[in-house]
């Protein structure tokens, strides 16, 4: 895990805004209830505040990059149910999911960046 905290406010929003719409770029991939919400939740926050925000910004791209990413690991896993392994592989995902996306909110609620592993830059 690499923290980064070297990013300069831009104006407009004020310390607290900013850890609290980082945070919310990662929470907001908990929206599965959308579909496609765990994507479209985070890129709507990222493409509203991410010029108020450098913090925002890089965490909003590390979020939708890692929400991506990891939509392609299920779809690549769904074929494998029919093997069986399939089963514990997703159920394995959604773990990993959740766990990285709370130690990413967290992180950022604290103002420093938070870089996923296992995520494919889509997005620089």
């Given at each position: 895990m690499e923290i980064i905290s070297d990013f300069h406010k831009k104006p407009g929003m004020d310390s607290g805004q900013e850890?609290?719409?980082?945070?919310l770029c990662h929470i907001a991939s908990f929206a599965h209830f959308i579909p496609l919400g765990h994507i479209f939740c985070p890129l709507i926050i990222w493409l509203l505040k991410k010029d108020e925000s450098e913090l925002v910004d890089?965490?909003?791209?590390?979020s939708l990059n890692f929400q991506l990413s990891m939509t392609i690991y299920f779809l690549l896993a769904i074929p494998f149910v029919f093997l069986v392994i399939g089963?514990?592989?997703?159920?394995?995902?959604?773990?990993?999911?959740?766990?990285?996306?709370?130690?990413?909110?967290?992180?950022?609620?604290?103002?420093?960046?938070?870089?996923?592993?296992?995520?494919?830059?889509?997005?620089?």
């Open positions: 850890k609290t719409w980082a945070m890089d965490q909003g791209k590390e089963i514990p592989l997703l159920i394995i995902l959604g773990v990993i999911d959740l766990i990285l996306v709370i130690l990413a909110a967290v992180s950022a609620a604290q103002g420093q960046a938070y870089r996923y592993p296992l995520s494919i830059k889509f997005i620089k």
